[in-house]
């Protein structure tokens, strides 16, 4: 397997080759215009690989700063929207406790036995979906608060303690970086060719602006890009590389659609931004977040 360097330095050549096709298509005088919007979206792409890649070269101090700041940010983000209603915002302390929460589900993950961080996952999952089948998800009240700190605590609660359980092992690194790879390379895509080819909604009422053209631009590129990554890069066999490709390409789309399901029921577009023209760090963090353990996962029930 790679190491952490070799998987940072393909997820930066991946932003190069991106701008060398923006840069053809920038020269065809028909997709010009689009071509130019698409630059502000590799500029903050570029921004969000360093942030996401750069951590791994540093060891595992820098790591857990940075997933501690991407647990609050992304509790803070999750609260604000969970606990929102359609006479009131979340307030101050709700989204506070959310950071809080989530932040303390990424240290366990951290440092509990897997095992320990596997079964707690279930037992919030089930929590979760208990809440919602027997609370009503009134307007204000003690129902409406429980039903929104579960949501908080299954998405990105349940994502963040399980991507901490390969953020602390360096053995796991390479999931964590390859989940990351590949999901970009799937969205970035699937964006890019939404934008220019997009006309038929995948997920019309959760998902509005993902077209079935999109997603297989994205898939499409996802099939090539995993190929070449694992003949020059990876070398893992065939059979377990498609199955990853696969949970990765699978949980990547869960985990957007499990994110705008909680923006639509509170009725906003996106969550509380940090990047002008991506949205909130749950918004670009939502599918990679899932894709990486998943994919990990299934490696484990693959090879064992």
């Known amino acids: 397997m790679p190491d952490n360097t070799a998987l940072v330095l ?17 020269a065809v005088r028909a997709l010009r215009g689009q071509a130019r919007e698409l630059w502000l979206l590799m500029g903050s ?5 360093a942030c996401a890649t750069t951590p791994f070269l540093f060891g595992q101090t820098v790591i857990a700063l940075a997933l501690a700041a991407l647990a609050a940010r992304t509790g803070w983000e999750a609260s604000c929207v969970s606990f929102k209603t359609p ?3 979340a307030g101050t302390y709700a989204p506070l406790l959310g950071s809080a929460m ?10 509990a036995p897997t095992y320990w961080v596997v079964m707690f996952c279930a037992v919030v999952l089930l929590a979760t979906l208990a809440c919602s089948h027997l609370m009503a998800d009134t307007a204000n009240g003690p129902e409406h608060s429980v039903n929104a700190l579960a949501r908080v605590a299954a998405f990105p609660g349940i994502a963040l ?25 799937f969205d970035s895509l699937a964006l890019f060719g939404g934008k220019l080819f997009g006309r038929t909604p995948a997920f019309p009422r959760l998902s509005p602006r993902k ?11 996802l099939l090539v890009a ?6 020059f890069i990876v070398g893992m066999a065939w059979g ?56 990990a996962g299934i490696i484990w029930l693959v090879i064992g």
């Open 161 to 185: 303690a399980l991507y901490a359980l390969l953020a602390r092992d360096p053995n796991l690194h390479v999931y964590a970086l390859l989940g990351f790879i590949l999901v970009e390379v």
């Open 240 to 295: 377990p590389w498609l199955a990853l490709v696969s949970a990765i390409a699978a949980a990547a789309v869960l985990g957007d659609l499990v994110a705008s399901a909680g923006k639509r029921r509170a009725g906003v577009k996106d969550y509380p931004p940090v990047l002008a023209i991506q949205g909130g760090a749950l918004d670009i963090a939502d599918a990679w977040l899932v894709a990486s353990p998943a994919g």
């Open 226 to 231: 995993s190929a070449v990554l694992n003949y």
């Open 211 to 221: 077209t079935v053209e999109g997603l297989a631009t994205g898939f499409g590129a």
């Open 10 to 26: 393909v997820a930066w050549g991946l932003v190069a080759a991106g701008c060398l096709g923006l840069a053809f298509l920038t």
């Open 102 to 111: 989530v932040l303390a589900f990424a240290a366990f993950g951290w440092f």
């Open 45 to 49: 792409e570029a921004l969000i690989v």
């Open 87 to 89: 006479s009131r915002d």
